[in-house]
């Protein structure tokens, strides 16, 4: 019966994420980049300057970089070390070229995004903060649309506690521990009847109490933790990238030819052992949006807390979260496994794919590759945990109609989810997580193309204001 039920959720997972949603996402990222004028492209320096000029007497709960930070604490995570590895192992090299286009297009997603988050947020007397595509939705579409907002406020609550911000993350961050410390389980501990690494047993511990002490502590503690741990995270993982593509420089342009010919003539750089071109499309397209969330209605929930009086300036902001979780985060990525050949390995998959590249690529002992590999792992799932909870606490709290016990409970049970991740092995539970992720997104790109006219206007009121 179980495998039964299990495979219903797989398929309804495989619908979810099919097709008509990439399409959907991918759509709406091209109408925004026609209609916006490529503001993506034309004000990306301008965003880049704004993302670490904090905005001087805005209302909100944490600067604009905090707030930036606490989404891309949320994004950046496994995907971009083995979400990269599986599409291109999945789709050849060209997966990497479709992801930088969804990226692009995405990067004009986010952008409106954090456009009416923030211009649709409500301020509290206290100076809390609530916004995102429920507030928006609401106050943007009309009161007789609240009801999409409490369905997308729903699937973030599920989101949250049953997967991506809890039980994948801690499993990932243990499994990583134990595969580097006690990889043929010589040290173990019987535990609900079944016999677990004691590094898993003490990952999943200190991960608790972190997460815990971090949590406790609200909003305010969560960006102040982020904007420290992701700057470091992002800035270590990619040193260690350069320093991969320095010492392998020569290939560089090699496999940059890989991908674009990999992108629309998959056969001639695989052999066609990785299908056709709509695999390699798929894969990187999928990946990409997985990746930096563009379009799923996460990122606006912590962009709406910025301190900031403008709207457009906090969607320019947004943006750069895209730009950072995909087109250089994620191509470091690519680029690492495409010239050193480890995606072409047999036997090899996930995070032994990038682990495989990092061994062969960096001029040290395969061991000390490993560790900082995991070591990255780590910090990636933790910052996802953090920010996750975040997010599914705003959902809550709007579902709630601002019940702050109820969402102090929450929090307890969310610390609670992340004690019991490592021991968790149901499949079911993380296709489920999958399912409410992907179902967020309908709700949110209703709203975005319903109020893109809001956002054109906004933006060329701003840009005409700074013209002046």
């Known amino acids: 019966m179980f495998k039964t039920i299990n495979d219903f959720i797989v398929r309804i997972d495989e619908l979810v994420w099919g097709p008509p949603l990439i399409v959907l996402i991918l759509a709406v990222g091209i109408y925004l980049t026609v209609r916006l004028g490529g503001l993506q492209i034309r004000h990306l320096p301008k965003a880049l300057k704004f993302m670490v000029r904090n905005e001087e007497g805005g209302t909100g709960e944490v600067s604009s970089f905090g707030a930036l930070c606490t989404a891309l604490s949320a994004t950046i995570g496994t995907g971009n070390i083995v979400g990269v590895a599986t599409a291109v192992c999945a789709g050849g090299p060209g997966a990497l070229f479709w992801m930088w286009l969804a990226a692009l297009f995405g990067m004009a997603t986010k952008y409106a995004e954090g456009v009416l988050a923030v211009k649709y947020r409500v301020v509290k ?218 995606w072409n390995v047999s036997g090899l998959e996930g995070v032994e794919v990038t682990t495989h590249a990092f061994a062969q690529g960096l001029p040290f002992a395969p061991n000390v590759a490993s560790f900082i590999l995991m070591l990255c792992l780590v910090f990636f799932a933790f910052t996802t945990i953090l920010g996750w909870d975040y997010y599914s606490e705003r959902c809550l709290e709007y579902l709630s109609g601002g019940r702050q016990k109820l969402v102090i409970g929450y929090r307890w049970v969310y610390i609670f989810a992340i004690l019991i991740g490592p021991y968790m092995t149901v499949e079911a539970v993380w296709n489920i997580a999958d399912v409410f992720n992907g179902l967020m997104a309908f709700p949110n790109l209703i709203a975005i193309i319903a109020l893109s006219g809001i956002v054109a206007k906004e933006t060329k009121s701003y840009f005409s204001k700074r013209d002046a």
């Open 125 to 342: 007397e206290d100076g809390h903060v609530l916004g995102g595509p429920f507030y928006y939705i609401e106050r943007g579409m009309g009161r007789h649309w609240k009801w999409l907002a409490k369905i997308f406020a729903f699937f973030g609550v599920g989101v949250g506690l049953f997967g991506i911000g809890t039980f994948t993350q801690v499993n990932g961050i243990t499994s990583a521990v134990r595969n580097f410390f006690d990889p043929q389980a010589v040290h173990t501990i019987t535990l609900f009847g079944r016999e677990y690494s004691w590094a898993v047993v003490i990952a999943g511990l200190v991960i608790t109490v972190c997460a815990a002490l971090v949590i406790i502590g609200g909003i305010k503690r969560i960006a102040s933790v982020t904007q420290v741990v992701v700057p470091f995270m992002a800035v270590t993982y990619i040193i260690f990238c350069i320093i991969l593509l320095v010492l392998n420089a020569k290939a560089i342009p090699g496999a940059i030819v890989q991908i674009v010919e990999g992108a629309f003539n998959p056969a001639a750089v695989t052999g066609g052992i990785v299908g056709t071109m709509i695999v390699a499309m798929q894969k990187g397209v999928a990946r990409g949006i997985f990746s930096n969330e563009a379009g799923l209605g996460s990122a606006p929930i912590a962009a709406a807390a910025a301190q900031t009086k403008e709207p457009v300036r906090q969607g320019l902001v947004s943006m750069t979260g895209t730009f950072i979780d995909t087109i250089v985060i994620c191509t470091m990525t690519g680029l690492s496994i495409v010239l050193t050949g480890a």
